[in-house]
């Protein structure tokens, strides 16, 4: 996603948001790689798009609401793999995305990374 987002894409997100199931989930892996599996659950979803795509000391409070978010791990792996350059992504700052991205080249989908990660974690190791 870009710093503007089409009205078009604001109407599917807000559509999917309405229909999506509320209270406790489980995301599975595969979640990591499918958005219509995650951004209904993100819970930036009714949040003005402005107030996330701010700039300086703003984009920090901006990532706060992602603290809580059931879901911050798959924004933040989509914004990487797709260098989003504009506003808060899965908690980080575009400067933290990008500090990111020049530390870990390797790192080729962070999607896989951060899904081996989750289910790493889900069993226990």
Request: proline share 5%.
């Amino acid at each position: 996603m870009t710093a503007t987002i089409p009205d078009r894409n604001r109407a599917a997100t807000a559509q999917r948001a309405a229909t999506a199931p509320s209270g406790d989930f489980e995301l599975g892996v595969e979640s990591f790689r499918d958005r219509q599996e995650w951004v209904p659950r993100a819970k930036c979803r009714d949040i003005d798009p402005d107030k996330l795509f701010v700039r300086g000391a703003a984009q920090r409070e901006a990532a706060v609401i992602c603290r809580h978010c059931p879901v911050v791990l798959q924004c933040r792996a989509d914004a990487l793999d797709n260098r989003v350059e504009f506003g808060v992504w899965g908690g980080l700052t575009e400067r933290q995305r990008r500090a990111m991205l020049r530390e870990h080249p390797e790192i080729t989908s962070w999607a896989d990374f951060y899904a081996e990660q989750y289910a790493a974690q889900r069993a226990g190791k």
